[in-house]
């Protein structure tokens, strides 16, 4: 009787967490004017209405640079930081890993209101990116140093001071050896904080300055005033990267 009950809770578990993405791919083929389900007929318009709007191009646009950036900074400060705690840090350990981890640890909310306040106490503000980038390096960087962090704890470190007494200069041993090793943890953990700063709301919704907007801010702002399938399009075509994304990162580094 569990194993039954187990299955049946488990498809219950797939409909609550996959029935609000269908919902949402669904809607964007409505061929009403009004974002409505189940659809008023099915339809392709509203995405080449997405296509040809330059305010949605543009913000996907600036939330890839940044979600790039912000990824690339990730993965060096958080596999120095999985190096320093894996192979050096010994009673500070546990908090560099509370350190690494805090920022996923803590709401969202309450990460951005604090870079606000320290971002208007130096008299940054908002109106340089400089904040909205910081915040979005926070929120990626707890998932590079726990990839990194596994792949790291699972190698043998002999192997890099093996390099080293052949005649391999540091940096040489972790160029072509170290490195290779930790790929896949490096690769899945650059995908995930990419789709993390793609996707976030709470740290652009508080930190964005004027001009250029993040995806999920200009869909916001566009379903205060419009309530049109083209929402739901752009919604789909976000969706779509990320499963692209994942589906990737599994096949490349899933065994890994």
């Not at 995908?191 to 300055?209: C, E, M, P, Y």
Request: glycine fraction near 8%; charge should be neutral.
């Amino acid at each position: 009787m569990a194993t039954p009950l187990l299955g049946l809770m488990r498809i219950l578990v797939y409909i609550f967490l996959l029935a609000p993405i269908a919902i949402v791919v669904l809607a964007s083929l409505n061929a009403g004017n009004f974002l409505t389900f189940p659809p008023q007929g099915l339809s392709l318009r509203w995405f080449w209405t997405f296509l040809q709007n330059d305010v949605f191009i543009n913000a996907i646009i600036y939330s890839a640079v940044l979600a790039a950036g912000a990824t690339a900074v990730s993965l060096v400060i958080g596999t120095m930081a999985a190096l320093y705690f894996v192979r050096h840090a010994a009673r500070e350990a546990e908090a560099v890993r509370v350190g690494m981890l805090l920022p996923l640890i803590l709401p969202e909310i309450l990460t951005a209101i604090a870079l606000l306040f320290f971002f208007y106490e130096i008299g940054i503000g908002t109106e340089h990116k400089i904040a909205l980038f910081t915040g979005h390096v926070l929120m990626t960087l707890p998932f590079v140093f726990l990839n990194v962090t596994t792949s790291l704890q699972g190698r043998d470190e002999s192997i890099e001071l093996a390099a080293r007494t052949l005649g391999a200069s540091r940096y040489t041993a972790f160029r072509r050896v170290t490195l290779p090793l930790i790929a896949p943890g490096l690769a899945t953990g650059g995908i995930f904080a990419f789709i993390i700063s793609f996707d976030t709301f709470g740290i652009s919704f508080i930190l964005k300055g004027a001009g250029s907007a993040p995806l999920p801010i200009q869909l916001y702002d566009y379903l205060r005033f419009n309530f049109t399938p083209e929402a739901a399009a752009v919604s789909t075509v976000s969706i779509l990267l990320t499963l692209m994304l994942v589906t990737l990162s599994d096949l490349l580094f899933g065994r890994e």
